[in-house]
């Protein structure tokens, strides 16, 4: 996703706080969470920082052993 949009979404609040603005930000919400593919890269928990790879489209969600 940092190649199509290395700083970030274009125009959006980190918070879609009330109806009215996730309606206006619809059409960037739709494309973002339906139209990119993320071939290799990783997810990051927002609680615990722990990364998750991706590769070849595939994310790895396992946790490791020590980690549970």
Same mark, same amino acid.
């Given at each position: 996703? !940092?190649?199509?949009?290395?700083? =970030?979404?274009?125009?959006?609040?980190?918070?879609?706080?009330?109806?009215?603005?996730?309606?206006?930000?619809?059409?960037?919400?739709?494309?973002?969470?339906?139209? !990119?593919?993320?071939?290799? =890269?990783?997810?990051?928990?927002?609680?615990? =920082?722990?990364?998750?790879?991706?590769?070849?489209?595939?994310? &790895?969600?396992? !946790? &490791?052993? &020590?980690?549970?």
């Amino acid at each position: 996703m !940092v190649e199509y949009f290395p700083q =970030g979404v274009p125009h959006m609040p980190a918070e879609l706080l009330s109806w009215e603005m996730h309606c206006r930000h619809e059409s960037t919400l739709h494309r973002v969470m339906l139209c !990119v593919e993320i071939v290799d =890269g990783e997810l990051e928990c927002p609680d615990t =920082g722990r990364k998750f790879p991706i590769k070849d489209g595939i994310p &790895n969600l396992l !946790v &490791n052993e &020590n980690e549970v």
